[in-house]
């Protein structure tokens, strides 16, 4: 499928999805949903891919708009960003500039985010008579904490990218011209890893904050020892036998 309002492409075992609308802000519509989840579908299929980089086209903004349209299209880009959130691979999103509404509950999807230094974040839906609806109410809370969370969808003020640092937001800060170099760094780490056990820490993690303490230790010790029948597992102790780098095949 050729896309439109995306730009994709895979880089070994990294793959880049760049949101490819800087004329409009790179809002998210519903042929943009469509082809984000089209994406998201073709990265599951490809288990060469270990890591993806999420960002947007343009000097300004990463994403930023608010739904407005109909109920179907809305639909559309709430399963998008839902297809985003629920990928198996760690995801890392390339904070360009404002993410706003739906941006920024895009961005909340992603798994770690890296913002450049000029990078806006906020919610005005309450301004406009209406409230976040792509997982913002949600996943905001779980990651700032309740009072913050609700001093940003309440007051709808935006905040910059050093105070969204400061109350975890985001995990780190760099100028622009940086940015993408940190999140390929940041992925390659992540690409020298064994691939499953990758999948099953983030499970593990994501799974984990929607479940009791014990409930979370014992989907954590299930996760650990089907871990103990994979090749990787073998790879990696006998690398680290003979003081070599491990070879992983994700087996």
């Not at 170099?181 to 994501?206: G, Q």
Request: net charge neutral.
């Amino acid at each position: 499928m050729s896309y439109k309002t995306i730009l994709y492409e895979r880089k070994g075992q990294v793959c880049y999805i760049t949101l490819n609308r800087p004329e409009k802000d790179n809002v998210i519509d519903a042929q943009l949903g469509v082809e984000l989840g089209d994406v998201c579908q073709r990265i599951r299929e490809d288990e060469g891919i270990m890591v993806v980089i999420i960002t947007g086209a343009g000097e300004k903004t990463f994403s930023s708009g608010v739904d407005l349209g109909k109920t179907g299209e809305l639909q559309i880009k709430r399963r998008a960003i839902e297809a985003v959130a629920k990928l198996e691979r760690p995801v890392i999103a390339a904070i360009n500039g404002d993410a706003f509404g739906q941006g920024l509950e895009l961005a909340l999807g992603c798994d770690i985010r890296l913002a450049s230094q000029d990078a806006r974040f906020g919610f005005p839906e309450c301004s406009l008579g209406l409230i976040p609806m792509n997982g913002g109410t949600q996943r905001l809370p779980r990651i700032v904490g309740k009072g913050k969370a609700l001093e940003m969808i309440l007051t709808c003020e935006p905040i910059n990218a050093r105070e969204a640092y400061r109350i975890g937001l985001v995990n780190k800060v760099v100028p622009r011209d940086r940015l993408l170099k940190e999140a390929e760094e940041m992925a390659n780490k992540m690409v020298s890893k064994a691939p499953i056990a990758l999948r099953y820490a983030k499970e593990a993690v994501n799974k984990g904050l929607d479940l009791t303490l014990d409930q979370g230790l014992r989907l954590e010790a299930d996760l650990y020892f089907l871990l103990q029948t994979t090749e990787d597992l073998a790879e990696g102790i006998k690398a680290f036998l003979e003081r070599r780098a491990p070879k992983f095949k994700g087996g």
